[in-house]
Each structure stands twice: as structure tokens, then as C-alpha cells.
């Protein structure tokens, strides 16, 4: 199973950018990128996934050099509301695989 | 808002004791997965079960056991309850298909005296 590597925790300003990087050295061929956001006390809801280049939503962007031993979670203009834990994970391609969680970067937004 | 359902919300026990957890999964889906969140930490995959079938297992002892229903809900049951049991065990619901995700239940809190 591929390792990942997150910061433990990052503060941002309102209205600001935010980039969270993941280092994952030996993903798979097979593996995409995918990443979750989690809440206190909530299940992590599915934010984006990508496989490489680059993937936008609604809600954010996810950047993939081509090695694929990195990728960028980048949450444009955050508000207070992005305020939650923000896991990688490699795989995730199919509904039944199992999931294998960090410890993720813990992101607080200041008002 | 996924549509995947967990009860109870929290739940205090004592050690020894056994507990068993309930999800009922999103519409569509015929898989579940469980997984437990300690303090602080990511969440750990416990087990899989697809078509009423245990379909993979992580690194948890037999006393953590499951079973899926013919409408695909499923329960989690734990005996012999230890102390570091007590977490937040989410359940997510899936297809098989690639391209597709797993939605989380908001969790049962589970506290262990």
C-alpha cells in the first residue's frame, strides 16, 4: 500500500488560496489520487479525485505532476466553513476498495 | 446528505460488554464498508462486506464480527469490549463500479468504561 506523507496542520485567512501538498512515493500504476474532507464528528465526504495533470470541481482543484509521486489539493477563497481535517489517499478508484486513511492535515481558516 | 444512515448516534458501554452498531446503506449501493476513527487519527478499514458477503478484512481481531442484510444495511458487532475500543466507527456505502466512491454515515460514538 502506498504510504502518504501530509502536513499535520495548516492555518489560513479568509479569502485566501489554499494549498494542501500530499507526498505519496510509491503509488501504484492502477492508483488514482483521491481526497476527503472530514468534520468533527462527521463522515469524510469525497472532495475530488484525479488520476494526473489536473481535476476541477465545483469546489476544488487537484494538481499531478507527472511522476505522480505528489499531488496538490488547492480550495480557492476558503471561508471558516472549510475549517476540518483533509486526507489523501492513494486508490479509490472503485467503490469497494479499501480505503487506507493518514492522519491528514488539519486546516483552520482565521476570521 | 449521503443517504447512509448510522444508529445509535453514541453509545456508552462497559468492558466486556458487547455492542452492535447499525448502518443502512444509500440507495443502489451493495457494498459496505466499516472503519474506525480513534481520537486524532484517520479512520482505520475494519472490514468489507459485498452481497452479504465478507469481502476483506483489516487488522482487527475476530471478536469484531459483521453481518449485510438482503436490503444491503448492515451491523457491526463487537464483543469483549476493551477500553481502546471506544472511538467513532463510521460505515461507507458504495458500488462496485469503477469510478465510484464511498459515502460516509455521520458515525456512532462508541465509549468504552
Known amino acids: 500500500l502506498a504510504k502518504t506523507t501530509q502536513p499535520i496542520s495548516m492555518d489560513s485567512y479568509e479569502g485566501q488560496e489554499v494549498n494542501i501538498t500530499c507526498s505519496h512515493n510509491n503509488i501504484a500504476t492502477n492508483d488514482y489520487i483521491t481526497w476527503y474532507q472530514q468534520f468533527p464528528s462527521q463522515g469524510p465526504r469525497f472532495i475530488i479525485q484525479?488520476?494526473?495533470t489536473k481535476v476541477t470541481n465545483e469546489v476544488a482543484s487537484l494538481f499531478i505532476p507527472a511522476d505522480r509521486k505528489s499531488s496538490t489539493l488547492s480550495l480557492p477563497r476558503v471561508s471558516l466553513s472549510d475549517t476540518a481535517v483533509y486526507y489523501c489517499?492513494?486508490?479509490?478508484?472503485?467503490?469497494?476498495?479499501?480505503?487506507?486513511f493518514g492522519t491528514g492535515t488539519r486546516l483552520t481558516i482565521i476570521p | 446528505e449521503t443517504g447512509v444512515t448510522q444508529s445509535p448516534t453514541h453509545l456508552i458501554k462497559t468492558r466486556g460488554q458487547q455492542v452492535t452498531l447499525r448502518c443502512s446503506s444509500q440507495?443502489?449501493?451493495?457494498?459496505v464498508s466499516w472503519y474506525q476513527q480513534a481520537l486524532g487519527q484517520g479512520p482505520q478499514f475494519i472490514f468489507q462486506?459485498?452481497?452479504?458477503?465478507?469481502?476483506g478484512r483489516g487488522n482487527f481481531p475476530p471478536r469484531f464480527s459483521g453481518l449485510q442484510f438482503p436490503n444491503y444495511s448492515s451491523e457491526l458487532n463487537v464483543n469483549a469490549l476493551e477500553l481502546d475500543d471506544s472511538a467513532l466507527y463510521l460505515c461507507?456505502?458504495?458500488?462496485?463500479?469503477?469510478?465510484?466512491?464511498?459515502?460516509f454515515g455521520p458515525g456512532t460514538r462508541l465509549t468504552v468504561l
Open positions: 461507507a456505502s458504495s458500488s462496485t463500479r469503477v469510478g465510484d466512491t464511498q459515502y
Open positions: 440507495s443502489g449501493h451493495n457494498t
Open positions: 489517499l492513494p486508490g479509490g478508484f472503485c467503490g469497494n476498495e479499501k480505503l487506507t
Open positions: 484525479g488520476y494526473k
Open positions: 462486506y459485498y452481497r452479504e458477503e465478507e469481502n
